[in-house]
């Protein structure tokens, strides 16, 4: 893997740039507790299933295999953005106009909740999609035209970084610092969270860790890459993905207002709050290779994002960050909401767009497992 010997600033080996090392840390599972439900994956889905479970009055115990936002949510590139993982105008031709609004309507509001449920770690700046080409132009223009006729909020942006749409309502985001936010609320709530804490054995009425048992009444599964593996079920349904991407110095002047998305998505990059530019893509030219369950950064795509960074952005700071995270993707684009097994809901496989999307998917998973009904579920549940 590339290594950056000539920078003594440089992170340990993959390691995001969310991670200041301030995280304290939650116990792992010992002995057996019990609970009306337990939640496995303490990310953004599965710690927004725990604050909907406490909601609705229902004792809740999560575990993780890892830290707290350990995976994809903890690794992500920290952008909220409203609609589902397909551009608007796509969204519209694959799953017809009354869905894709009502899915752009739901995360909209998602956001909103978002940003005032944790507005410590949320910057409502916007986001950009910048062309690439002449043939992408035409493609941003046709999800203008879709999204101005349904009345959404989007304009035609000529800029530095750019032709293509400014979103004003999207945001910026530090995943990590959230979901250990939340984490703490919870646990200082009275919900019982462990990490380092693998779920063995997943069946209705129980979850078994190496060290530990939680019997409950239902189980929500709330990961989203390696969900195929931790359900094989869902084999075929959803399909792991590795994600990479680096992080730079802080640059002594903002470059970069708004969080950035290019060449369809494929790439993708946000200025932080303290001058970093943190960028991602390039999984497309890593070929069958990034379709696997590994999560740790490979020269290949990583060189691709540094003459990227170096040639294309013109930023020359030492990069400080390299990692990797596993994402699920989905045939049609759409997150998987379902009942596995009588008592055992999954949720994950968000197609690289999880973190407004996720967070929906859990609160509905949880308003599922415990009432056996959920508005939120109504575009997704399947």
């Known amino acids: 893997m590339i290594a950056d010997v000539t920078n003594p600033t440089a992170a340990p080996p993959n390691t995001p740039v969310w991670d200041d090392g301030g995280w304290a840390g939650l116990p792992r599972l010992r002995g057996e507790v019990t609970a009306d439900v337990c939640v496995v994956g303490l990310g953004g889905s599965g710690l927004s299933a725990v604050g909907e479970l406490r909601g609705l009055g229902a004792s809740v115990v999560g575990v993780d295999a890892g ?3 350990g995976g994809a949510a ?3 590139g920290g952008f909220l953005l409203a609609g589902s993982s397909k551009f608007y105008h796509d969204a519209v031709a ?6 894709a609004l009502g899915i752009y309507r739901l ?10 449920e944790t507005p410590q770690a949320v910057r409502r700046v916007g986001s950009l999609r910048i062309a690439a080409d002449a043939g992408e132009v035409e493609d941003c223009r046709a999800q203008l035209a879709a999204m101005q006729a349904d009345g959404l909020a989007v304009e035609w942006y000529e800029g530095p970084e750019g032709d293509g ?12 610092h959230r979901c250990r936010i939340l ?3 919870h646990a200082q709530a009275g919900a019982r969270l462990f990490e380092h804490s693998p779920a063995v054995e997943i069946a209705r009425g129980g979850v078994r860790t190496p060290e530990g048992h939680v019997r409950c009444g239902a189980v929500i599964v709330a990961v989203d890459g390696r969900l195929e593996r931790l359900l094989p079920a869902l084999e075929g349904r959803v399909r792991t993905a590795r994600l990479q991407m680096v992080a730079t110095a802080p640059l002594p002047e903002i470059r970069f207002p708004r969080p950035v998305y290019m060449r369809y998505g494929y790439e993708w990059w946000q200025q932080l709050a303290d001058g970093r530019i943190a960028l991602g893509g390039f999984r497309d030219h890593g070929g069958d290779a990034e379709w696997t369950h590994r999560a740790d950064p490979c020269d290949h795509v990583q060189g691709l994002i540094d003459g990227f960074l170096r040639g294309t952005l013109g930023i020359h700071a030492p990069i400080t960050h390299r990692w990797a995270a596993s994402v699920g993707y989905t045939a ?3 997150p998987v909401l379902t009942e596995v097994e009588p008592g055992v809901w999954a949720c994950g496989g968000y197609s690289g767009t999880g973190n407004v999307i996720g967070a929906i998917c859990g609160r509905a998973a949880a ?3 415990v009432t056996g009904n959920s508005e939120l579920a109504g575009v997704f549940a399947g």
């Open 107 to 116: 995360t909209m509001s998602e956001l909103d909740r978002i940003a005032a």
């Open 367 to 369: 308003q599922l497992a």
């Open 183 to 185: 984490a703490a609320r």
């Open 94 to 99: 694959a799953y017809g106009r009354e869905r």
């Open 67 to 69: 830290a707290v936002a």
């Open 165 to 176: 749409l400014l979103v004003a309502t999207d945001a910026a985001f530090n995943p990590l």
């Open 332 to 334: 049609d684009g759409l």
């Open 74 to 76: 903890g690794r992500n």
